[in-house]
């Protein structure tokens, strides 16, 4: 019996979405070929992406390098960016008006994830199509469907955008205090010069308290401030600025933080 009401509800749940695939039935066309937008990546200097359960990103390229403006004000991942522009390059497999449709369905309505490049009209992100698993996009009241590798990007912590890197590109450390108990060595300014986390995370503080604190002054008179948050079994550190938290790889533990 039971066998047989888990067989039905399968089918049933087959038929449904067999329906919905029936009913939006594209008209491919001359759509074959047509990119989800006209912009090159060279063109695009500010990236908007709304979340309704997390702070809104804004992103903004400054003589060729991109920076986050908002919610915080810091240097952004190349690799981050690079996965977005992805977006502009996705063709649209299918079509549709979305005049009279239902867009709660599609996971169009209320909005919960879109993205904004320069002024163009935005994209909002739906759920996946049952059937192709594609993604639809509301975009200029038309309802898209794509393939596309961005979506858990734009849902990820406000911290995966930031650079991986502790110093700033372009910037020369000129002096680090380390806290008490830890002397410099020879090489650790150089170190903390070229170090890079594996991942950056969202930090709560009140959960992983700091243990001390790293003091680095750049030439420009800037100063970066990561508090240790763990030595073991990894490294770990954040950035109160930032609220933000970077694991560091294993063997980059004793060349930022010489023996005591």
């Known amino acids: 019996m039971k066998n047989r009401l888990l067989l039905n509800g399968l089918l049933l749940l087959f038929l449904v979405a067999l329906s919905l695939f029936i009913w939006l039935k594209p008209n491919t066309g001359d759509k074959k070929n047509q990119l989800i937008s006209q912009l090159t990546t060279d063109a695009v200097h500010t990236i908007n992406i709304h979340r309704a359960d997390k702070p ?30 992805t977006l502009l390059s996705e063709p649209i497999k299918s079509e549709y008006s979305a005049q009279g449709k239902d867009l709660t369905q599609f996971g169009l309505d209320p909005e919960q994830t879109s993205i904004q490049f320069n002024t163009e009209s935005k994209m909002i992100f739906g759920i996946s199509h049952p059937v192709s698993y594609d993604r639809y996009v509301l975009k200029d009241n038309k309802i898209l469907l794509i393939s596309e590798t961005v979506a858990g990007a734009m849902k ?3 911290a995966s955008f930031f650079s991986t890197q502790l110093v700033p590109k372009g910037s ?7 806290p008490e108990n830890y002397k410099l060595a020879d090489d650790t300014i150089a170190n903390w010069q070229l170090g890079s986390a594996i991942q950056v995370f969202d930090w709560d503080k009140e959960k992983q308290p700091s243990q001390g604190s790293v003091k680095i002054e750049l030439g420009n008179g800037e100063q970066i401030i990561y508090e240790i948050i763990e030595t073991s079994p990894e490294l770990l550190l954040g950035n109160s600025k930032l609220n933000a938290k970077y694991q560091m790889a294993e063997e980059n533990t004793q060349g930022l933080l010489p023996p005591r």
């Open 156 to 158: 990820a912590d406000v």
């Open 172 to 178: 020369q450390i000129r002096n680090i205090t380390l």
């Open 56 to 85: 809104d990103i804004q992103l903004t390229k400054k003589d060729k390098k991109w920076e986050m403006t908002a919610p915080y004000s810091a240097e952004v991942a190349a690799s981050k960016i690079s996965l977005l522009l």
